[in-house]
């Protein structure tokens, strides 16, 4: 068994792609709102599972492997290039946190056009990797991630999502995270602590 800083995990390169992939993620993200809020007559409906079956059948034989496919290896595009990522944006990246912007869409909605609950862990989880690669540490898993929502999170809005390491220690770092609206409130905030994988482990 080697020292391999990355455990078991492969070594994922950007993916160098045209410009067709950003406008499907920018469509299939509008899709996946629309989803949830349209209402046509059954007709319709009819013809929007037709139409996305058809995409599924377009599609299907060029499944890949995880770390093949695009999905979060396209940086420059929000959320990595994957749909189950928030759609965020980097702002700042350094060694004493990292600085993200996200817009939630209906999507997310939980109700009341409030950010559902239990979306906010996952772009803290987001946040919590990004802070990890940006200290120089090497690649960890989530062992415990603890949200406060402080405030209700909007969709349609513009917020700011900022991470950092508390404290390191040997395998260990514990990290906060936090998410602002444009008026710096302070809508959720989260602690966790990640840990260094060993040598082979997945």
């Given at each position: 068994m080697t020292?391999?800083?990355?455990?078991?995990?492969?070594?994922?390169?950007?993916?160098?792609l045209?410009p067709?992939?950003?406008?499907?993620?920018?469509?299939?993200?509008?899709?996946?709102d629309?989803?949830v809020?349209?209402?046509?007559?059954?007709?319709?409906?009819?013809?929007a599972?037709?139409?996305?079956?058809?995409?599924?059948?377009?599609?299907?034989?060029?499944?890949?492997?995880e770390?093949?496919?695009?999905?979060?290896?396209?940086?420059?595009l929000?959320?990595?290039?994957?749909l189950?990522m928030?759609?965020?944006?980097?702002?700042?990246?350094?060694?004493?946190?990292?600085?993200?912007?996200?817009?939630?869409s209906?999507?997310s909605?939980?109700g009341?056009s409030?950010?559902?609950?239990g979306?906010?862990?996952?772009?803290?989880?987001?946040?919590?990797?990004?802070v990890?690669?940006?200290?120089?540490?090497p690649?960890?898993?989530?062992?415990?991630?603890?949200?406060?929502?402080?405030n209700v999170t909007p969709?349609?809005?513009?917020?700011?999502?900022?991470?950092?390491v508390?404290?390191?220690?040997?395998?260990?770092?514990?990290v906060?995270?936090?998410?602002?609206?444009p008026?710096?409130?302070?809508?959720?905030?989260?602690?966790g602590?990640?840990?260094?994988?060993?040598?082979g482990?997945?």
């Amino acid at each position: 068994m080697t020292d391999d800083p990355r455990g078991g995990f492969p070594d994922f390169q950007e993916a160098q792609l045209g410009p067709g992939f950003g406008r499907f993620l920018t469509a299939m993200r509008r899709a996946q709102d629309l989803a949830v809020s349209a209402d046509p007559d059954a007709d319709t409906w009819e013809r929007a599972a037709d139409l996305a079956e058809e995409l599924v059948e377009l599609l299907g034989p060029y499944e890949a492997a995880e770390g093949v496919g695009p999905a979060s290896r396209v940086p420059g595009l929000p959320g990595g290039g994957s749909l189950l990522m928030p759609p965020f944006r980097m702002l700042s990246f350094g060694h004493d946190g990292v600085e993200v912007e996200v817009a939630f869409s209906r999507f997310s909605v939980g109700g009341n056009s409030a950010v559902h609950g239990g979306v906010l862990p996952l772009l803290f989880d987001s946040v919590f990797g990004m802070v990890i690669h940006a200290a120089g540490r090497p690649i960890s898993r989530t062992a415990f991630l603890h949200v406060d929502y402080r405030n209700v999170t909007p969709i349609d809005t513009v917020l700011t999502a900022r991470g950092w390491v508390r404290e390191a220690q040997g395998r260990k770092a514990f990290v906060n995270a936090e998410l602002r609206d444009p008026e710096d409130t302070l809508l959720a905030e989260a602690n966790g602590l990640m840990i260094r994988l060993l040598p082979g482990q997945p």
